[in-house]
């Protein structure tokens, strides 16, 4: 494609237009999986409450997603007359635009990702944060008691926890020797295992708790606590506002199932044991692979929901706190001796 659109245009237009079309792929892709994963949490979940979840719009409830979408953008957008008004328009867009910014330097298979960066962890952790600031500013300017301590207690919750994945992941940095998510990828590979999940299990262990943490999923869901706080920091958003908060957690809940998959899991590859024994699984995409993980990996979310009650915010941060941090410390330390012995052996 490259090929015949240089033969008419300069070589930066070139580049520009396949950037511009990866977007659009990614994004709308995306966005597809976000509007469906709603649909499997139904279902998922009322299979697992003996009930049959979505099945009146379309076959199935197959169109129930796109029903809902329509209903939220046609709804009435209502404003509380004491809110802040600029950062309530705001909020919701921060948020929406912190997620699905992530999206651009996730490598879903070899050499397709938008933005091969060498710092791709760090961005995602920045992406996170900013995110956060889009939840406390919708609390706080909602002008509402329950929208103003679910953002309190998103607020702490964030620093709590990305801490705690932050130290987790510094395990597959020690590892990968990079902080490039691609190159993590084809670390994993050259290992016997080929992933990370097996020698890193405590740093798999303490991020896959905080990823529930970081989105706001039960049984960590304090910021929104329905019992409660009623929906929490979003409360008060109606209509196509409160469509993108839905978007981003969602998005969320895809980008830490991508995440886990490309630093524990070994992404798009699989082992070379199972390939050795099984060749023909060396002709399958490398797509597919990646996007099984995922999968998998969300399905584990609903699962969750489904099982566990939610914490009180005493537990909630003693977990973060007394257990994961500690936890994530150790594991870089066992890593780095690990590492260094080997290096000596060598």
């Known amino acids: 494609m490259s090929a015949f659109l240089g033969a008419f245009l300069p070589p930066f237009i070139v580049q520009l237009v396949i950037i511009l079309l990866k977007i659009a792929v990614v994004i709308a892709i995306g966005l597809l999986h976000v509007a469906y994963a709603t649909y499997w949490e139904r279902k998922v979940i009322g299979h697992m409450q003996v009930r049959l979840g979505p099945r009146e719009v379309g076959p199935f409830g197959l169109l129930q997603p796109i029903a809902d979408g329509v209903k939220l953008f046609f709804k009435e957008d209502i404003i509380p007359a004491n809110a802040d008004k600029p950062l309530f328009y705001l909020s919701p867009v921060i948020f929406f635009i912190a997620a699905i910014s992530s999206l651009s330097v996730i490598p879903f298979f070899e050499s397709f990702v938008i933005a091969d960066i060498n710092i791709g962890l760090l961005f995602l952790f920045a992406m996170s944060s900013l995110g956060a600031y889009g939840i406390v500013l919708s609390g706080w300017s909602s002008n509402s008691k329950y929208a103003f301590l679910g953002g309190l207690r998103s607020a702490s919750q964030v620093i709590s926890y990305e801490i705690s994945m932050g130290l987790s992941l510094v395990g597959v940095m020690l590892m990968a020797g990079s902080l490039n998510l691609s190159d993590i990828v084809r670390a994993q590979h050259q290992y016997p295992t080929g992933m990370f999940a097996v020698p890193q299990f405590i740093g798999f262990f303490v991020f896959v708790v905080s990823a529930f943490a970081e989105t706001n999923r039960l049984p960590f869901d304090l910021p929104e606590a329905e019992s409660e706080l009623v ?4 409360t008060e958003y109606s209509g196509f506002r409160f469509a993108l908060f839905f978007l981003g957690e969602y998005t969320g809940m895809i980008i ?16 070379r044991f199972v390939t050795d024994l099984l060749p023909f699984l060396n002709y399958v995409p490398g797509i597919l692979w990646f996007l099984l993980k995922v ?29 994961l941090i500690p936890l994530s410390l ?11 012995w080997f290096r000596g052996m060598a």
Not at 296 to 318: G, I
Not at 330 to 340: D, E, F, H, R, S
């Open 231 to 234: 929906a929490g920091y979003f």
């Open 256 to 271: 830490m199932s991508s995440i886990s998959s490309i630093c524990f899991l070994g992404g798009w590859t699989i082992p």
């Open 330 to 340: 150790l594991n870089i330390v066992i890593t780095a001796i690990v590492k260094i």
């Open 295 to 323: 999968y998998c990996f969300m399905f584990f979310f609903y699962w969750v929901r489904a099982t566990l009650p939610r914490y009180r915010y005493d537990q909630l941060m003693a977990i973060g706190w007394k257990l």
